[in-house]
Every structure is written in structure tokens, then in C-alpha cells.
Nanobody, 119 residues
């Protein structure tokens, strides 16, 4: 079984920064891409950022573009999300996910890590 574990969440003031980490465990696999999603209380889960290992292509939601940076290590199925200039509206549970094919479907998900941004 493949497991993803997020870490690095916490409480931060508006304008501050956090760096989220995601690491895979369990059976060996190779991800084609990894991404980050978030879900605020009472809202639907939304896309935040993704990185495709081949070519290192990245894509960001408009709401975080210019503030967040996704990076990682394909060989280790590890992903990071550097979050700068945080805003209260960034408050959510952040989830890491991995794609094992080029379909865009995320096969594996983590349990999430809480990010709270105070005003």
C-alpha cells in the first residue's frame, strides 16, 4: 500500500511563510506528477499546485500564483509547497496527492495538514 504523509502545517500570521512537505511510504512506485490541494471549512476541495516530473512543468491556481512554489524529488516521491505572503483566505487543510499515470487522475492522497493564517 502506498501512503502519503504531509507535514509542516501550523499557525502563522498574515504575510508569513510556511513550507509543507509530502513524503511517500509503503510499496515502491514512481509518480508521474505530484500536487497539492486544499479544503477550507465548509468548502469543496480545490486545486493549489502540481508539478510534472518530466520537464518539471508546474501549474498553479490563480489564487496562489506568485506566492506559492511547488518543488520536489521524483526519485523519492517527495513534494514541497513553499507558501509565502500567506493570507487568511489560505486557511485550510492541505493535501498532498500523487499521479501514477499521465491521465491527470490523482491515485494517492495524504491525510492532510492544517494551515491557519491569522489576520
Amino acid at each position: 500500500q502506498v501512503q502519503l504523509v504531509e507535514s509542516g502545517g501550523g499557525l502563522v500570521q498574515a504575510g508569513g511563510s510556511l513550507r509543507l512537505s509530502c513524503a511517500a511510504s509503503g510499496r515502491t512506485f514512481r509518480s508521474y506528477a505530484m500536487g497539492w490541494f486544499r479544503q477550507a471549512p465548509g468548502k469543496e476541495r480545490e486545486f493549489v499546485a502540481t508539478i510534472r516530473w518530466s520537464g518539471g512543468n508546474t501549474y498553479y491556481a490563480d489564487s496562489v500564483k506568485g506566492r506559492f512554489t511547488i518543488s520536489g524529488d521524483n526519485a523519492k516521491n517527495t513534494a514541497y509547497l513553499q507558501m509565502n505572503s500567506l493570507k487568511p483566505e489560505d486557511t485550510a487543510v492541505y493535501y498532498c496527492a500523487a499521479q501514477t499515470s499521465g491521465t491527470g487522475w490523482y491515485d494517492y492522497w495524504g491525510q492532510g495538514t492544517q494551515v491557519t493564517v491569522s489576520s
